[in-house]
Each structure stands twice: as C-alpha cells, then as structure tokens.
T-cell receptor, first 112, second 115 residues
Framework: DQQVKQNSPSLSVQEGRISILNCDYT??????FLWYKKYPAEGPTFLIS?????DKNEDGRFTVFLNKSAKHLSLHIVPSQPGDSAVYFC???????????FGDGTTLTVKP | DAMVIQNPRYQVTQFGKPVTLSCSQT?????MYWYQQKSSQAPKLLFH???????NEADTPDNFQSRRPNTSFCFLDIRSPGLGDAAMYLC??????????????FGPGTRLTVT
C-alpha cells in the first residue's frame, strides 16, 4: 500500500503561469513533508519542506500548502520557468523514523 | 563543494555475478541511505545507516547487503544480481537533524544493467 501518492504522472504549463503539483498521503503519523526536484541523469535535490504544525511554507517562487484534514499537500510554482521542467517528488517522514517515503513523482514541463 | 559521489555512474554485470556499488560523501553527515529506483516509480529505500547503526527495510531482499566502514563511505553489494535488479541505485545522506524533516542530499546515481 503506497503511503504517499502523486496521482498526476505529468503536468504541462505555459511559461509565466502557475504550476500546481499535488500529493496525498495516508499515514497520519507523518509530520514532515518534503519536495524534491530531479533533472535527467542527476539525483533528486531538496526543494522545500513543511512541518505538520504549519499550513504554508514559502521560498521564493515555491510555496507548499498542507491540508492535514485532507491529508493533502501541494507545491505551487509561480511564475513557472522552462528551467523548472523536471520530475518532482513528494516525500514524507514520521517522527524518529530517520527516513522518508517517496511518491512516484510528477513530470513537469514548462513550455516557453 | 561538499557533495555525494557515486561510482561508477554506469555498471553492467552478468546475471548472478556479484557487484558492488560505492558512495562517498564530503558532507560529514551521520545518516546514509541506499535507494533503488525503477523508471517512473518512487525511490525505494533499501537500507539506511545512522552512524554505524544499520537499518534494513523489511522488504529488502537478502540478495542486497550494505557496508559502511566509516562516516564517508557506504557500499551496496548485490550478491547474485537478477534481471529484476536492473535499476538506478541512489545514495543519499542526511545530517540527522530534524529541523527540515531529514532533508536528504542525493548522489547522481549508478545505473545498473544486468545481462
């Protein structure tokens, strides 16, 4: 049973518009959520995280929203740029686990 | 620059022939992880070390072993590779500090092909 799900395998948006990537989780013990970005032939790189005690975290063009009651989080990228084209992984970790559970990823394509 | 290095980037091995993948880090992080990733799937955690404490995932096949001789290095041994073990193997590290949820730093991965 997959505890972290990214139901959209791909997303295509126009440059300058908003990209919204979604993630759902099932384990209510998760208390930290992270987003990673992966370019081809590279390992994932950390993008932004949010603690379960918050509902929003913002870093430049990137904002993560957390809805605990719905067990749902989303990553907003505004404005989207062609360089944002990559695979985005959602991950979640539980207290004292020392590890994260990843979703399958969403491939974002930003068209010029 | 501090980083996570994986060697080799591409490895071809024969069915049943043991293979070792290596990972080194200059971040001086306490935690090191090995993941297996098959295309369009989530990275699947195989093991992780917190310092010298080894943590094996329950569903990691016995065919996979790991060694961490010191803080900087970690190895993944596949004793008898099968065709189903062909995948990208990712090494990652974490400081072990929970301030950002065990943010991990990944190496570029080793693409394993089994012939």
């Amino acid at each position: 049973d997959q505890q972290v799900k990214q139901n959209s395998p791909s997303l295509s948006v126009q440059e300058g518009r908003i990209s919204i990537l979604n993630c759902d989780y099932t384990n209510s013990m998760f208390d930290y959520f992270l987003w990673y970005k992966k370019y081809p032939a590279e390992g994932p790189t950390f993008l932004i995280s949010i603690s379960s005690i918050k509902d929003k975290n913002e870093d430049g063009r990137f904002t993560v929203f957390l809805n605990k009651s719905a067990k749902h989080l989303s990553l907003h990228i505004v404005p989207s740029q062609p360089g944002d084209s990559a695979v985005y992984f959602c991950a979640a970790s539980a207290p004292n686990a020392g590890k994260s559970t990843f979703g399958d990823g969403t491939t974002l394509t930003v068209k010029p | 620059d501090a980083m996570v290095i994986q060697n080799p980037r591409y490895q071809v091995t024969q069915f049943g022939k043991p293979v070792t993948l290596s990972c080194s880090q200059t971040l001086n992080h306490n935690v090191m992880y090995w993941y297996q990733q098959k295309s369009s799937q989530a990275p699947k955690l195989l093991f992780h070390y917190y310092d010298k404490d080894f943590n094996n995932e329950a569903d990691t096949p016995d065919n996979f072993q790991s060694r961490r001789p010191n803080t900087s290095f970690c190895f993944l041994d596949i004793r008898s590779p099968g065709l189903g073990d062909a995948a990208m193997y990712l090494c990652a590290t974490s400081s072990g500090v929970r301030d950002r949820g065990h943010e991990q730093y990944f190496g570029p991965g080793t693409r394993l092909t089994v012939t």
